[in-house]
């Protein structure tokens, strides 16, 4: 493992470190003896007596918990993901200061356009590995050779196999420059950006930048609703609602936002320190995705591609790299970001904008409430089903949103 870099990283000659453009192959490596590690701690786990209530109101409930443990150290088998990671082209490049990993899988048909979507917490590329098909290679999924991308994924900052930063200053615009300069360095002189969660916030301050080959953005996260909630327009039912599921979120659902937002460095040391207090905090997001993780473990029925390897695949890749920490550190960053540009309007995007409203996203966002943030929006569809991971739960159908918003745009 090379000095100052996320476990997993090799290849990297003397010469290649020293060239901050250069693009460097990766390969995840995790040694036997931290899998062997974990598998004991996570059958060591202390466990708290059992919640009062029949809901998650008190919090992530004991038997979730213990049935995802009991997978976890006797079923489950990295190995798996390594390999579908190694099967994929990884690449590490160090960009202000900071190497970023990234997967980069070029399309097989000619004039594809180029896409880098970017995840979120408490995901990571994992959420994106079966869109991948779907996006860059059509023709095997149902599309045409149309509708191809070539696909860039890159772990955040903190997150994953991309290195913690070492330095105050890397919020969302400073993440979304990067991404500018990423795309240029990998050569495209014009493409298109998608992301939801924390991605929703970096692919809007892109659109916001306007950085030169930027053609468009696609969230499905109205990420900037809580602040601008005020603005937001309740006469219709709909409206209505989506204001009353946007204030129980705020009030009742935000317990990681506020402890990440204020304390990251506090709650970290319980995430590095115990794989279960880890599975735990990041299944505590939001009610639609917490119910559906809670029937995979507990009933053992997948929803949509939501499966149990799948779910501990993503936890695991925290728990091997690391970055509990460094991954909730993006959320005080961008707390003190807001903080300073309080009462300052943000610039005004500068490309298209697509929106697809997932209905078991956090809160709704209706077409009235996208208009508000977005005014001109390009495209804007609501689904029938898929949540706040809608790319990880429902991946044909998320490919299918990318084509149809980028359409117009190749």
């Known amino acids: 493992m090379a000095t100052g870099t996320s476990p997993g990283l ?64 006797t079923d489950y088998d990295w190995r798996k993901l390594e390999a579908e990671l190694n099967a994929l082209p990884q690449f590490v490049t160090k960009i202000d200061g900071v190497d970023i990993h990234f997967i980069h899988v070029r399309s097989p048909h000619a004039n594809a356009l180029p896409l880098i979507m970017t995840h979120g917490w408490p995901g990571s590329v994992v959420e994106f590995l ?47 420059r990067a991404w500018a300069t ?24 892109m659109g916001r930048q306007a950085p030169q080959g930027l ?5 499905n996260l109205l990420a900037g609703a809580p602040f601008i909630v005020d603005h937001l327009p309740k006469t219709s039912e709909q409206e209505r609602a989506a204001h009353a599921a946007l204030a129980t979120f705020t009030t009742d659902g935000f317990g990681y936002f506020q402890e990440q937002v204020t304390r990251p460095q506090t709650i970290g040391y319980s995430l590095l320190d115990s794989p279960v207090g880890l599975a735990a905090w990041m299944l505590d997001h939001d009610t639609d995705s917490y119910n559906k993780i809670s029937r995979v473990f507990v009933e053992g029925t997948p929803v949509g591609n939501l499966t149990r390897e799948r779910i501990v695949d ?36 500068k490309v298209p904008v697509g929106f697809t409203a ?47 918003a980028f359409k117009p745009l190749r």
């Open 215 to 219: 053609l468009g953005i696609h969230l």
């Open 314 to 349: 993503n936890i695991t890749l925290y728990w091997l790299t690391g970055t509990g920490a460094s991954a909730a550190r993006w959320y005080w960053e961008t707390g003190r970001a807001g903080a300073r540009a309080a009462g300052q309007a943000p610039p005004p995007v």
């Open 358 to 404: 997932f209905p078991g996203e956090i809160f709704p966002a209706p077409r009235s409430w996208v208009e508000v943030a977005y005014p001109g929006l390009a495209y804007y569809n609501q689904v029938d089903r898929g949540g706040h991971f809608a790319a990880w739960e429902e991946p044909a159908l998320f490919a299918s949103e990318l084509r149809a």
């Open 130 to 176: 079966e869109t991948v098909g779907p996006l860059t290679d059509p023709t095997r999924h149902g599309g045409t050779p149309a509708d191809a991308f070539h696909v860039v994924l890159p772990s955040l900052p903190g997150y994953g196999f991309s290195a913690e930063p070492t330095e105050l200053g890397w919020d969302s615009g400073r993440i979304a």
């Open 10 to 73: 090799s290849s990297t000659p003397a010469a290649a470190e020293n060239n901050d453009t250069a693009v460097r192959p990766f390969r995840v490596t995790i040694p036997e003896g931290q899998l062997a590690d974990l598998r004991r701690k996570v059958a060591e786990a202390r466990w708290p007596t059992m919640e009062l209530v029949g809901d998650r109101s008190q919090g992530v409930q004991l038997a979730t918990v213990k049935a995802l443990a009991h997978y976890w150290a």
């Open 182 to 205: 990423l795309m240029e360095r990998l050569g495209y002189t014009r493409y298109v950006a998608q992301g939801g969660d924390v991605g929703a916030l970096v692919s809007d301050v």
